[in-house]
């Protein structure tokens, strides 16, 4: 069984689902390295301040968070790397061909649910999105352990 001990999660802007994930899967497997970076990131951005405020009422920190963008050297250090939607698999891999083969979708275990991007949107949708994250990061519990 494969060990991913360094995890990488993956939107575009990196500033509302990648960090939500991230923040998420910390919180889950406090033992593992996870970190998060964007196709198209919006490089230095904190987190989007409707993602901020359902992190922060559960309890989930994300101050720290910087958006970067993903680099062939991010990608070579990830063990899996978990994508919003499948054409972000294309971007990652377009960015660092090496990676096919441990690129996947956070919605993987939800019959491949891709998940759709908030950004600009309403209140309900970030509440929405992060629902379906929260669906998503328990569901690779089994692998993850």
């Known amino acids: 069984m494969m060990k991913f001990d360094n995890i990488l999660v993956v939107c575009v ?5 990648s960090p939500t994930a991230e923040a998420m899967l910390k919180a889950r497997y406090p033992e593992k390295q996870i970190s998060s970076a964007g196709v198209g990131a919006l490089v230095g951005k904190p987190v989007d301040p409707k993602a901020a405020r359902l992190l922060e009422q559960a309890g989930l920190p994300h101050q720290d968070h910087r958006a970067r ?3 062939q050297e991010i990608a070579r250090e990830a063990d899996l790397i978990l994508v919003m939607e499948p054409g972000h698999i294309g971007a990652v891999t377009q960015i660092a061909p090496f990676s096919h083969g441990k690129v996947f979708l956070l ?3 939800l019959g ?6 908030p950004y ?11 629902g379906l994250m ?5 569901g690779w519990s089994k692998v993850l352990g």
Not at 112 to 117: G, N, V
Not at 120 to 130: C, G, I, L
Not at 134 to 138: F, M, S, T
């Open 107 to 109: 919605g993987k275990w």
């Open 13 to 17: 802007g990196n500033i509302c689902r």
């Open 134 to 138: 929260e669906k998503a990061c328990n």
């Open 112 to 117: 491949d649910l891709a998940i759709p991007d």
């Open 69 to 71: 963008q993903l680099t």
């Open 120 to 130: 600009r949107q309403s209140e309900e949708a970030f509440a929405h999105v992060y």
